[in-house]
């Protein structure tokens, strides 16, 4: 049996490769002065421990592996502080179909990152992967609250109750009143329930007592009631959540000032954005790798020099869905930059597309902002106004003087 050689001009002086799994592992060893091996593990905390231990007593420096789910994680944790771990996307390493087992994957793997042809993805520092957790998290319940509030609703429409009606929000201040009344008393009135309704509701009287008289059964009321508790309990965990951000962002003071000067970002966009990029921009080599990383900016794909889909890429989505989200309220501002974009390109582009380049705005803005820590400068309403009018009177000028006419400049 022929043993296996480095044919190929080596980069890392000793590699592992790892194709990880939820159960095993499979590690492949490669590299100068050392015996091509492959062994499996366990993904235990223990054998993962001994694992270690057998790459140290064999000097090996570099681990690269997939990023495959969650599974990488607690990896990561054990071997992160003594090895340098390459994560890689597993698009950008599959190998040739046909005949593929774990074994192959991982000398496949091992013998890309002695050769350096392997990219890892960016890993933000513990304390950002722990704040990414939390408004990761936090973004799931909210969404789970709005779902509750959907089927409360159905409830509601079903028992013939039409509060959505008469009200702009079933759940404001005077609507949860009345829903707390009608989930709790079995034979309630609905003239008894005008007095919760303040005078800025601009539904008339009569209206609104129609609204509340529905045909309530047992069957909704204890629907209703299941509901009610379970978005109490969403809404007190969340709570909790957003006291951990508290805490866990007290050291990010002055980026989160910074950040929050951009117009459409508030507080929590600002902790969203820092959650998922980190604060170390020297993980970016400029402005446009953050753009491509986080999915904001097109793709290239040329063909027989035509240049095909302008999709963006994949990318973050937690981090794209954030900035559409930041997008649509800058669009929404006034007197600003992002609001004269937005309507100089909504016409040619779409909503969306438009929403993605201001997105994509948003995040250059914070990439200067995080890495230099200096405040945003509001370019005005009148900026694009402005660039036009200069294009405008050169281009005249230039026409005017190649027909003779002399151009007077009045002071």
């Known amino acids: 049996m022929k043993k296996d050689t480095v044919a190929f001009e080596q ?79 597993a698009r950008h390493v ?19 990152l002695l050769s350096g042809l392997l990219k890892g993805s960016y890993i933000p520092e513990r304390k950002i992967r722990e ?27 079903d028992a013939n109750i039409k509060l959505s009606v008469v009200l702009s929000d079933t759940f404001c201040k ?8 009608i989930v709790n008393q079995e034979n309630y009135q609905a003239k008894e329930l005008l007095s919760m309704v303040h005078g800025r509701v601009k539904a008339n009287r009569k209206d609104i007592e ?42 990010l003071g002055v980026e989160l000032d910074l950040l929050q000067q951009i117009p459409g970002v508030g507080k929590n966009g600002a902790i969203g954005i820092i959650a998922e990029i980190g604060v170390d921009m020297s993980q970016f080599p400029d402005q446009k790798h953050l753009a491509s990383w986080a999915g904001m900016c097109p793709g290239s794909n040329q063909s027989a020099g035509k240049n095909k889909s302008g999709r963006i890429t994949y990318g973050n ?17 006034k007197n600003t930059y992002f609001e004269s974009k937005f309507k100089s390109m909504v016409g040619r582009r779409g909503k969306k597309k438009t929403i993605i380049a201001l997105g994509h705005k948003i995040l250059i803005a914070c990439y ?14 009148n900026h694009l106004n402005n660039f036009r009018r200069d294009k405008l009177l050169a281009y005249y000028k230039k026409q005017l003087t190649n027909l003779g006419e002399e151009i007077i400049q009045v002071a």
């Open 94 to 112: 599959k190998n040739v179909p046909g005949h593929k087992t774990d074994k192959k994957d991982s000398r496949w793997l091992c013998k890309l």
């Open 174 to 181: 005077t609507g949860l009143k009345m829903l707390n009344v």
């Open 210 to 251: 129609e609204a509340l008289t529905g045909y309530v059964t047992n069957h909704h009321r204890s629907m209703l009631k299941m509901i009610w508790d379970n978005m109490i309990r969403i809404e007190d965990t969340l709570l909790e959540v957003e006291i951990a951000i508290e805490q866990a962002t007290a050291s």
């Open 317 to 333: 989505k937690y981090l794209r869905s954030t900035l559409v989200e930041l997008g649509w309220a800058a669009s929404r501002t």
């Open 131 to 157: 704040l990414r957790d939390l408004t990761r998290y936090r973004k799931k319940l909210v969404q789970m609250i709005s779902s509750e509030k959907n089927r409360f609703q159905k409830i509601l429409e």
């Open 11 to 89: 980069v890392v002086s000793r590699g592992c490769g790892m194709d990880v799994h939820k159960e095993i592992v499979v590690v492949t060893i490669q590299g100068k002065g050392i015996k091509t091996m492959t062994k499996s593990f366990h993904t235990y905390t223990s054998s993962l421990i001994k694992l270690r231990d057998w790459l140290k007593k064999h000097k090996v420096t570099h681990i690269a592996m997939e990023s495959t789910g969650v599974y990488w994680k607690p990896i990561y944790n054990v071997m992160g502080d003594d090895f340098e771990i390459l994560l890689v996307n």
């Open 368 to 381: 200067h902002i995080i890495k230099d820590k200096v405040d945003y400068k509001e370019l005005g309403a």
